[in-house]
Every structure is written in C-alpha cells, then in structure tokens.
C-alpha cells in the first residue's frame, strides 16, 4: 500500500510538472497533449479522498508557476488566491471525470474528462471578466496545425481533442488497452483529421501582398509624476520613429496601448499634435491614449487619416486587473483603407473570441491593436490575440509595450515580430497579409462549446442517478 501511495505521488507530481511546462506563459505544445496524462492515472486507481489530494498537489505545481505573473497584475492575496481557484479547476474536472470513468463500464466514459473541459471553458469565456484566458487550447498557439480547426469550432474543438487524448491513455493504463482499442482508434483518427486539416488549410507560402505597415514602441510609460523634459523626450522620439517608418514606406504606423493618461484639455492638444504628425508623413497613424475626466477614465484607440483629422475614438471593452476603474466602451470601428477592410480594438479585447467573431462578422480584413502587455506574458499574449484571426479570419496587427510587435496571418503564423524596449524603443515594419479568409466560427459562433457544455450536464446527470441508485463501479478498479 505504501508503494502504491508513493507510485501515485510521484504520477501526480510528474504531471503537476509537465502541466507547468504545458499550459505556463511560454507553453510547449506537444507536451500538452500527454502532461494530464499521469495525473489522471493516480486518480483512477486511488481511493476519492487521496484522488482529491493527489489532484491538488498536481494543480498547485502547475499553477504556481503563474503565481509571479498573477503578482504583477493584481495585490498579492488575489494573485495567490487566483492560483489556487486554477488548481482546484484542475481538482474539479479531474475528479468528476474520475468518479464517471470509474462508475461507467463503458470505455466511452474516457469522454468525461475532455466534455468536462469544455464546458469549464466555454462558461469562462462567456461569463468570466478576463474570459478563458488560461484555455488548454492556447498551448497549441506556436504550432499551427493543430489551431486551424478553431476556425470550424472555436477554441473548445481543440480544447476537446487536447484533454482527450491525455484521458485515454490513462483509462488503458488502468483497464488495458485491449478493451479501449476502440476509443483510442478514434482518438488518434481525431488528431490525425486535426493536423491534416490545419496542414490543407494553410497557404503556402504565406500571403505577401498587402500594405506596408510600421509598428512602434517605447516602454516608458507617461504618468502624472514623470517630468515634462521626459515626456517630451518620449513623444519626441515616438515622432521620429514615425517619421522614419513613413520614410521607408510604411502606410499605416501602429503605436501602443495608453502611452499616456491625460486630462480632456490636454488630450486635445495631444490629438492636434498626432494629426499634424500624421498629416505631414501621409500616414495612417493609430496611437493608444487614456483620458481621465473627472475620473470618468476611458482607454482609447486614436486613427489619423492622412488628411490630419481623426478618423476614429475606439474604446476599449474588456479591461485588465489594473485598469477595471477605466469605463467599457460598446462601439466597433471597422475602417477602409485602400482596399483592405482594418478594425480597431485594443489589447486585452483581442483575449476575447466574441470581439474577434464581431470583427469578422462586419468583414475585417486585418486588425490594428495597440496593446501593454506585462513582460512575462508578451509571447503569451501575442500568440493568445493571433487566435482570434485564426477563428475569424484576419490578419492582426498587435503593437504592444512591455510586450512584442507582432504580425500575423489569418492562419496564425507570425510574419514580422520583434521585442519591444525603453527609450529610444523599437520599430518594426513589415508587410500585412490581409486577405480576408471565411470561416464557419465567425458565422455560427460557439456551438461547438455549447454542444459540449449540454453533454456533460447530461452525462454528470446521468451518472447521478446511477450513484444514487447505488450502481458498483466495475471490477478491477481500486
């Protein structure tokens, strides 16, 4: 029995770790598939109350390794408390998968567990303020295969395959595999249909025409206690960075998310002296900017024509932990500009598959997204926001501080990028590829999820029933 205990600590700890490495900031794809795998396997062959415990352990190693991120972004006590709601989401699915596998002789029952993560995903997406943003399915966001299939589904048709495979192989190395041939053969048939489809999807090589377009960041941020000399150094050199991305071609300059907060008086002055800008390069410039009314705060995204005037105000929906004192805005923006159809929004929006389905719903062809990230998540989020043109359509063009310039296609693959940096900052130019591509996700929205979310009511219901009917668990199960 000791042996036993000890066999299942070291199964939990190893899939703790490899979920760690799956499922963090800077994700390793293929190692998503298989990372539950060990941990599903102690809770199948312990008792309920040691399954909880090894299923806990297992959600707190691979949790904490957000914890430092979570730090930065909210006080301490809700960051350490966020990471254990995470770890007990894991607890939750992992055991309720466990008890229907355990307590249903068919080997179907392995489809608890991916069922269960769907409709967990779905339900964050849809009612949560910071939405699915942990969803198993953004490990899969460097390789892009396997993400084309959220263009049919949304993101739950490859959260559903991520948590099925990892399911059955532990149901067979408790039962066997002679009896889960057949579910395992359907399985990899999935997968194998997955990749196949993501391989015919995507374009080779990547779309090359388009506009040119310059991207431009500095880190430093414009508060109310920066000095002017410094202010003016940072709008000076944001400046000659325009001046030099127009120099070299670029028709559309992007800056990044709330490079300042400023009063209405001075938000004017600050939008005459972008237009001018704008006006004297024959650009279009986009430029992030937070205005504070009487602390009445609204996170804006600007858009000068050519002309000097502005085109467009959008304001931000969806906001971070940081700024929830900043107003939602309602609005989308969706401009032409030559023969390309380009919307606005601004950074987190884009963590959002409605915002996306919205975009592509009204023809966006190529997105433009100032964006702050936090450092430790620029990949995270960078790949997070392309998504959402892999789902919808579009190519995105995602300008962020503390973060990457990023381009990429509506097939997710990264086209231009490189890392942002403080004064002088960094510039990128690069070409969109911005042919707007149809996709079943933007027209049906998430059915899939919702199909997903209605099984597994019905499947915990059922089980119900069968535990109150006192139904045994088949033999050979400890």
């Known amino acids: 029995?000791?042996?036993?205990?000890?066999?299942?600590?070291?199964?939990?700890?190893?899939?703790?770790?490899?979920?760690?490495?799956?499922?963090?900031?800077?994700?390793?794809?293929?190692?998503?598939?298989?990372?539950?795998?060990?941990?599903?396997?102690?809770?199948?062959?312990?008792?309920?109350?040691?399954?909880?415990?090894?299923?806990?352990?297992?959600?707190?190693?691979?949790?904490?390794?957000?914890?430092?991120?979570?730090?930065?972004?909210?006080?301490?006590?809700?960051?350490?408390?966020?990471?254990?709601?995470?770890?007990?989401?894991?607890?939750?699915?992992?055991?309720?998968?466990?008890?229907?596998?355990?307590?249903?002789?068919?080997?179907?029952?392995?489809?608890?567990?991916?069922?269960?993560?769907?409709?967990?995903?779905?339900?964050?997406?849809?009612?949560?303020?910071?939405?699915?943003?942990?969803?198993?399915?953004?490990?899969?966001?460097?390789?892009?295969?396997?993400?084309?299939?959220?263009?049919?589904?949304?993101?739950?048709?490859?959260?559903?395959?991520?948590?099925?495979?990892?399911?059955?192989?532990?149901?067979?190395?408790?039962?066997?595999?002679?009896?889960?041939?057949?579910?395992?053969?359907?399985?990899?048939?999935?997968?194998?249909?997955?990749?196949?489809?993501g391989y015919v999807r995507i374009p080779a090589p990547a779309p090359i025409a388009g506009d040119r377009i310059g991207l431009a960041a500095i880190d430093d941020f414009i508060g109310p206690r920066v000095p002017e000399a410094q202010v003016e150094r940072i709008w000076a050199q944001y400046e000659r960075h325009v001046n030099a991305l127009a120099a070299q071609g670029a028709r559309i300059v992007v800056l990044p998310e709330k490079i300042a907060v400023v009063a209405p008086d001075a938000a004017a002055r600050l939008s005459q002296r972008l237009g001018s800008l704008a006006a004297r390069n024959r650009v279009w410039l986009v430029a992030g900017i937070g205005t504070d009314d009487n602390g009445r705060k609204h996170n804006l995204a600007w858009l000068f024509g050519p002309d000097g005037r502005r085109d467009a105000s959008y304001v931000k929906h969806h906001m971070a932990p940081p700024e929830r004192e900043f107003l939602p805005g309602t609005g989308y923006d969706v401009r032409p500009i030559g023969d390309t159809a380009y919307g606005l929004a601004i950074c987190k929006d884009m963590h959002f598959a409605g915002m996306g389905r919205a975009y592509g719903r009204r023809h966006a062809q190529a997105m433009l997204v100032p964006a702050w990230d936090f450092n430790l998540d620029a990949r995270y989020a960078a790949r997070l926001s392309a998504l959402r043109g892999v789902e919808s359509g579009f190519a995105m063009v995602r300008a962020a501080r503390d973060g990457l310039l990023t381009v990429t296609d509506a097939y997710g693959r990264v086209t231009a990028e490189t890392r942002s940096a403080p004064l002088p900052g960094a510039t990128l130019l690069a070409t969109v590829p911005a042919a707007r591509v149809d996709t079943l996700y933007a027209r049906t929205g998430d059915w899939f999820g919702w199909l997903c979310t209605g099984a597994a009511l019905l499947m915990l219901l059922q089980w119900r029933g069968l535990r109150h009917a006192g139904k045994e668990k088949p033999a050979g199960y400890a």
């Open 1 to 197: 029995m000791k042996r036993r205990l000890i066999t299942s600590v070291a199964l939990a700890v190893a899939g703790g770790i490899a979920m760690r490495l799956a499922f963090g900031l800077e994700p390793v794809w293929w190692l998503a598939w298989i990372a539950p795998a060990p941990v599903l396997i102690a809770a199948l062959r312990s008792s309920t109350g040691a399954a909880r415990g090894l299923a806990l352990l297992a959600g707190l190693i691979a949790s904490g390794g957000l914890f430092s991120y979570f730090s930065l972004v909210m006080p301490l006590p809700v960051a350490a408390l966020v990471t254990v709601l995470l770890a007990l989401a894991w607890v939750l699915v992992s055991l309720l998968a466990r008890h229907v596998m355990l307590r249903t002789a068919s080997a179907w029952s392995v489809l608890a567990y991916p069922l269960l993560w769907c409709a967990v995903d779905t339900l964050l997406a849809t009612l949560h303020p910071d939405g699915n943003w942990g969803s198993l399915a953004y490990s899969q966001a460097d390789f892009a295969p396997a993400v084309q299939v959220v263009s049919l589904t949304g993101v739950a048709g490859l959260v559903f395959a991520v948590a099925l495979v990892p399911a059955v192989i532990a149901l067979a190395a408790v039962r066997g595999w002679s009896a889960m041939k057949v579910p395992a053969g359907c399985t990899l048939a999935l997968v194998a249909a997955i990749f196949a489809f």
